[in-house]
């Protein structure tokens, strides 16, 4: 059976947009470290690949990989999936009922109209519009990182939305050593899609490869709010080594456990 391999990508997505490039901003993690990958949680990630065969040369066990992108100082991936849509609409609800509540004041209570709507509309919070030239996120409501709307003419930081990686490719892909592909699936963690890759393990080196990372910064136009999409490059690599197959308890050849004649 194959072994999976998880690489965590975890993005500082505004510094990056800040400096246009991932290089100091992306931190690379995998399963791999008590097994040869190294440096753990820097740009420079060389995930450990251990390959084997069988006594006649074919490959043994193949391995496969998964890359999971994840934004730093953003809403955690683990709250539930509707949670960004349950907080729009309950900011909606209770700007209706402090509506309501304007329209049904008596005529000459207080003067503070104005003021009450204000507050009505930072209760609305932003929404973004996609349109065919951004191509982000779907529209729905600005959040910061604790989970509150983020108002329209508020200057406090808001969270982004998850890393996409939108290709893999490179050295390691034109030398057929790994064979990458997007996958939909049912965990949701992920949005329904993830990056997956299995990998030749019969052939020992270091490979280098690149991904295709893309971001979505907040811009404003004309009245509207979009999602506008900046792609950048990730780069890592695999090192591969490869040795027998091995009996675990026996550390020799695979086959029968030496069992003692006593024992039957």
Known sequence: MPQQLAIIVLV???????????EGNAYLFDNMKL?????????DLVTAIHGSYWQD????TEQVLNWLPYSLGSI??????????DRARETDR???RDLESLVLKPAGQGDDTAAQLSQIQQTLGTRTRTTRRTRGPASQKVLDVTGNVVAPDSTAGHSYPAPVITDVYGEAVDKKIMYPAEYGSPDMVTDGWYWSATVDSTRPGTYAYTMA???????QQGSDWTWEPVDLTCDSALKI??????????KAGVGMLPIPPAAF
């Open 12 to 22: 500082d997505v505004a510094n990056a947009l800040e400096d246009k490039t991932l």
């Open 57 to 60: 040369g074919s490959q043994a």
């Open 76 to 85: 955690p991936p683990t709250v539930p999936r509707g949670y960004e849509a």
């Open 213 to 219: 990372i893309q971001l979505h910064r907040l811009v």
């Open 94 to 96: 209770q700007a209706l």
């Open 35 to 43: 097994q040869g990958s190294e440096p753990q949680g820097t740009g």
């Open 241 to 250: 080594t490869s040795e027998p197959k091995r009996n675990a308890f026996t």
